[in-house]
């Protein structure tokens, strides 16, 4: 490790607390619905959306309204995407002249961007079209998004109301934050990254002659303006295969900063905004200190891993850290910082190789994605993650000192801490179940490349990306198989939606009950003692999907020998 590593996590980490809450408050501006500069413009906009759907942005939605058009949305969203990806050999926008997906990768990518994950089964540049790219998959991108932080302010509007049924309009919520958000700030990040060297086309081929005399295709498109929602959004769809670790999308130290700042913007600007709105900032402030020092656990020890190196090598005389699957204009800091960043998130953006990551670099990703990505969190998804285990963390509190559970003015009861309990428990069922079921079967135990440990690694990392909404993968998985694509497909879905819907009903339930102010009994939720109980809570509940993971390699290794197909 080095002090210019250092100064890179902690200039990060600074900058992002500057930003908390500038973003925050327009996020609250957002979540009140008032005008903002940009309603002059994009007011007209607005109500012509308004006029052309017959929707009425006044008129308030109960959770189970709510959660239904939301489901139907990204069902239709979902469906439309499957059908430009099936068609796009006779879709216009194609200059390379790129066949149509087959049924089982349409299908695996249609739900895969429909759930703000971007897992890629595919290289993008020798796979998609221009219009597929920016009509199928950058459209999730804006709106998948949107579809996080109109969630969150669901969520919030339940603890901050009091004795109503509603908790808002889903169509007034996703218009707003597309239009007034999204739209201006991606705008903003495309020009920036166009003058940073990242290009924004239509052409698809460029040839030229190398310095060698050899002649070279080198594929271009509109990059610049995908890679901005991609970030922002947390999505990670990278138009190249290599992601962001191609000099296209990525091309120098500064974009690399602004690319990491992208991902944690919004998700940093939820917790002020969700302390505002409950009429406490330092509740905001106190989720975003718990969230930090997780952050900054695991960046600690992914940058102390990689810059450690391979000991294995270092035996053999090679001395330095592990620069494998790195861009040398990163280095060692910086990939491992990107690393954990999108893997906080639920970005899955890579500028490195989490594959070529050393044992405890690589398991600091996975451990992410298992604790629910609410470390910041993919934007809307992280803050409501978080505040699920802000729930289960004050029952508990509660429990000890033997009173009903407070939190923000809201009673928790029996109700709410089983639908949280209902949605936590997606994450390690449907990760370890369908981990178990591939480490036996013959199909999944085609797809890894590796044998013995890291093999097994690469279907849970996939499994653990799917159901995390995450994307980023261990590389060595073949996953573009009937099997793998339907399954993950599954996963994703049911990892998006499942937690989805029992958070609303929480919100809904919330918001019915009455405000109860606090007393001197109450768990006071601002201080040190309650950071700490977060921290501690996420870390155990964590648990429920890392430990039991660490015994099923050997299981499967046991099973999968007794059925002659070793890893």
Not at 25 to 43: D, K, M, N, S
Request: hydrophobic content about 50%; proline content about 4%.
């Amino acid at each position: 490790m080095t002090m210019q590593g250092w100064f890179l996590i902690l200039a990060f980490i600074g900058i992002l607390l500057a930003l908390a809450k500038p973003v925050g408050l327009w996020l609250f501006a957002l979540y009140e619905g008032r005008r903002t500069p940009f309603h002059i413009v994009l007011g007209p906009v607005e109500r012509g959306f308004y006029r052309l759907a017959r929707i009425d942005p006044d008129e308030e939605q109960g959770w189970r309204r709510y959660a239904v058009h939301m489901l139907l949305f990204n069902a239709v969203l979902m469906l439309f995407t499957y059908a430009v990806l099936r068609l796009q050999a006779v879709l216009p926008g194609n200059p390379q002249g790129l066949g149509a997906l087959s049924e089982h990768l349409s299908f695996n990518t249609a739900i895969s961007f429909t759930a703000n994950t971007d897992w890629q089964s595919y290289g993008g540049e020798s796979t998609m079209s221009n219009l597929s790219q920016m009509l199928g998959l950058t459209i999730h991108n804006f709106l998948s998004a949107a579809t996080g932080i109109a969630l969150a302010f669901a969520l919030f509007r339940g603890f901050a109301r009091r004795e109503v049924k509603t908790i808002g309009n889903f169509w007034a919520d996703m218009t707003r934050i597309t239009l007034y958000l999204l739209l201006p700030l991606c705008i903003a990040l495309t020009l920036f990254y166009i003058a940073g060297g990242v290009p924004q086309t239509l052409a698809g081929v460029v040839d030229v002659q190398t310095l060698e005399g050899a002649r070279q295709s080198i594929l271009l498109g509109p990059v610049a303006s995908q890679e901005a929602i991609k970030m922002l959004g947390t999505n990670g769809g990278g138009f190249f295969n290599a992601n962001s670790a191609h000099p296209f999308e990525n091309p120098t130290a500064l974009t690399n900063l602004v690319q990491m700042l992208s991902i944690f913007l919004i998700g940093v600007g939820l917790t002020w905004t969700f302390g505002k709105a409950v009429g406490n900032t330092r509740q905001g402030w106190a989720i975003l200190a718990a969230m930090m020092i997780l952050f900054l656990g695991g960046t600690a020890v992914a940058y102390a891993a990689e810059a450690a190196g391979n000991p294995v090598l270092h035996g053999l005389g090679v001395a330095g850290g592990n620069m494998e699957g790195k861009e040398v204009r990163f280095g060692i800091a910086a990939s491992a910082l990107f690393s954990v960043v999108t893997t906080a998130a639920s970005c899955g953006a890579v500028n490195a190789m989490h594959d070529s990551f050393t044992a405890l670099g690589g398991l600091i990703p996975l451990f992410n994605m298992q604790l629910g990505e609410v470390v910041i969190g993919g934007v809307g998804a992280g803050i409501y993650g978080f505040l699920l285990f802000a729930i289960l963390a004050v029952f508990v509190a509660g429990l000890m000192v033997g009173r009903t559970p407070e939190y923000v003015g809201k009673k928790i009861e029996a109700r709410e801490v089983k639908l949280a309990v209902l949605a936590i428990a997606v994450l390690p069922l449907v990760i370890l179940g369908m981990t178990a079921l591939s480490s036996v079967l013959q199909q999944g135990l085609a797809g890894p490349l590796n044998k013995g440990p890291h093999g097994f690694s690469e279907i849970l990392y996939a499994f653990t990306s799917a159901v995390a909404n995450n994307g980023s993968a261990f590389a060595g998985l073949t996953a573009n198989t009937p099997y793998y694509d339907g399954l993950l497909g599954v996963a994703m879905w049911v990892g998006r939606f499942f937690i989805i819907v029992p958070m609303l009903a929480i919100a809904g339930s919330l918001a019915a009950k009455k405000y109860t102010p606090e007393s001197a009994g109450s768990f006071p939720t601002t201080g040190g003692l309650w950071v700490g109980l977060l921290v501690g809570i996420i870390l155990i509940l964590g648990g429920l999907t890392f430990l039991p993971s660490l015994a099923l390699g050997p299981i499967a290794d046991h099973l999968s020998m007794i059925r002659g197909q070793l890893f």
